[in-house]
């Protein structure tokens, strides 16, 4: 309720702007989400709208051929890839490598598909789409390997929804209005994010904007992020005492039922 009625405001904001408005306005429904223990993933509307009068160089616009891109980065993080291989019938880790810099949520929605918008070396200079993502390899996988590791942090990240690439998603509504909706999956990892939009027209980005937003744990949930986070040997020590106490509480049951 409180995101429709901050979209209706922002609406009539937008009708009355000054003549000289920027060429690319947009929002989100909500800066913020929380993650408690009932969190099962949810899904954000952004939104805005597009001022033909100018481009951000001040050069006049009209209405036809444009298209938008939007593109909602998560703090980075380091994910570690193995490759298993068959020895002797059995499948061991042969090979392993660590990737940092990778975002941990990544997103991207547009009007048709990216190199379908724009020439290549824009999509290069705004670094857009998975393939631009770069990962600093601090234990770099063999050089003859090294497109199979990149390919498997695609490929994790993409069946647990962290990173998505999504053409067709961004719907025009006339000649000025846009949305479309991002999804957050329960396993979204919390920190900073941006939401970049583009508008683009003729292969050339003309208008950008950046919206903040954060993903934050409330509750229970927080005290204990918090405290794993500060004290992550005590955390760790906790943890195995649960987990000991924990086995001999059901050992001790299973005996009882077992006679």
């Not at 954000?44 to 481009?55: E, M, N, P, R, V």
């Not at 951000?56 to 444009?66: K, P």
Request: hydrophobic letters at 45%.
């Amino acid at each position: 309720m409180r995101a429709t009625v901050g979209i209706i405001i922002w609406l009539l904001l937008w009708t009355y702007r000054p003549a000289a408005a920027a060429a690319l306005i947009a929002d989100i429904s909500s800066h913020e989400i929380q993650i408690t223990s009932s969190f099962t993933g949810t899904s954000l509307l952004l939104f805005g709208a597009i001022d033909w009068a100018k481009d951000s160089n001040g050069q006049r616009l009209d209405a036809r051929d444009h298209d938008i891109i939007v593109v909602v980065r998560g703090p980075a993080t380091t994910i570690q890839v193995r490759k298993k291989s068959s020895i002797g019938g059995i499948w061991v880790n042969r090979h392993s490598a660590v990737a940092s810099e990778v975002p941990g949520f990544y997103a991207v929605a547009s009007t048709r598909p990216i190199h379908a918008i724009l020439l290549p070396e824009e999509v290069a200079a705004y670094g857009l789409g998975l393939e631009n993502i770069e990962p600093v390899w601090s234990d770099p996988p063999p050089t003859a390997e090294s497109g199979a590791f990149r390919r498997a942090i695609d490929r994790g990240m993409s069946e647990t929804l962290l990173f998505a690439e999504r053409p067709d998603a961004v719907t025009v509504l006339g000649e000025t209005l846009f949305r479309t909706e991002i999804y957050f999956p329960a396993t979204v990892p919390v920190g900073t994010y941006s939401a970049e939009i583009y508008l683009a027209r003729n292969g050339v980005v003309v208008a950008h904007q950046t919206t903040p937003l954060s993903v934050t744990k409330i509750g229970l949930e927080r005290a204990i992020y918090d405290f794993a986070n500060t004290r992550p040997a005590t955390y760790g020590l906790i943890a195995v005492v649960l987990a000991l106490c924990a086995g001999l509480v059901a050992g001790a049951i299973s005996r009882r039922l077992s006679s």
